[in-house]
């Protein structure tokens, strides 16, 4: 065969190039993207990401707390197992009504009541925003009704009434709705002679209400007065803040008077007084720790040791109850 020839049949056996299938490499292989179905809950609550300018390469938000105080960071899920509290440095952070009162109760021992008690726009107040939009806002915002959540609970053998107030609903402010629920909780209290325990955290009377929110500075007192004049024991726990309003009434009534360490605890502003009094206030104005070396608060207790501590006063405290 000439040589030409061999050449022509070779390259007719080769397919033309046109017939090969075109191979899209590794595309066949991959599986379909999987999202996880959006109805499982995360195993860690992730917090929003900060909007505000920030350095470059930045810790991933949701998982670690800074402190504030000594500046370690937390893991967020030893930090709720602490009860808010900085291993390092035993700086409290701000925490919720319900987990305190999920930190100081036996498991499934409090009953809540007047659950549905909500607030009323009595004066139709509006300043730089309305009272009533006000009130949806915060009760979005942390699922409550109002500033306080009040109920019967079990700590170690004692049944007690117990308030506990929420400083992330419009600052723990006492509008008629804290000062009523607060009254009918000691009223109960007073019923079924059983020790109350209200834990205070508040910026003061809710001046939105006017008045009204006055009103409850001598209600509550006088429930707490018909309270003790039946030999019972009253509890008042200090957290930061608790100051005005609060501070003068209920709060500053307790047969003990306990805070959180390093609570700011007060009436006035520290700048209202300074200008009042015309003088320069001492080192740790305000503070628990200031307080009580002035006798205004008997103990300083880590929320850590709370339960415990009180559930001690009050085996002392009850002593003559379980005798009658
Ligand atoms: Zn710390």
New binding site residues.
């Given amino acids: 065969m000439p040589l030409n020839l061999s050449i022509i049949l070779l390259a007719r056996m080769v397919p033309p190039m046109a017939d090969t299938p075109k191979k899209t490499l590794g595309l066949e292989t991959v599986e379909p993207a999987v999202t996880p179905p959006t109805d499982v809950e995360p195993a860690i609550e992730k917090k929003p990401v900060s909007t505000g300018t920030s350095r470059k390469r930045e810790i991933p938000q949701g998982l670690w707390t800074k402190?504030p105080?000594?500046g370690?960071m937390i893991f967020d899920k030893e930090l709720e197992e602490n009860l808010k509290v900085?291993q390092?440095?035993a700086?409290h952070f701000p925490t919720t009504a319900w987990d305190r009162i999920n930190a100081l109760t036996e498991p499934e021992s409090f009953q809540e009541t007047e659950a549905d008690m909500i607030s009323v726009d009595t004066l139709e107040f509006t300043g730089t925003a309305a009272y009533a939009d006000k009130l949806e806002k915060h009760k979005e915002k942390t699922g409550l009704k109002d500033a306080v959540i009040t109920g019967i609970g079990r700590m170690g053998d004692h049944e007690v009434a117990l308030g506990v107030m929420d400083f992330n609903f419009l600052g723990g402010s006492m509008g008629s709705v804290v000062g009523e629920k607060i009254t009918r909780i000691i009223e109960l209290a007073t019923e079924r002679r059983l020790p109350a325990i209200v834990i205070s955290s508040s910026g003061g009377a809710r001046m939105y209400e006017g008045m009204f929110s006055l009103m409850q500075l001598a209600k509550t007192s006088a429930a707490i007065a018909y309270h003790g004049r039946q030999g019972l024991p009253y509890l008042s726990v200090l957290t930061h803040p608790t100051t005005a309003g609060v501070m003068a009434s209920y709060a500053s009534l307790g047969d003990l008077i306990i805070s959180e360490p390093k609570a700011m605890i007060g009436f006035a502003g520290p700048r209202v007084i300074k200008d009042t009094t015309q003088s320069e206030l001492p080192e740790g104005f305000q503070t628990a720790e200031f307080l009580i070396e002035r006798g205004l608060i008997d103990s300083i207790i880590d929320r850590t040791e709370m339960k415990a501590q009180i559930t001690e006063y009050l085996d002392y405290l009850c002593l003559n109850l379980k005798k009658s």
Avoid: G, K
């Fill in positions: 402190c105080e000594c370690e900085c390092h440095c700086h």
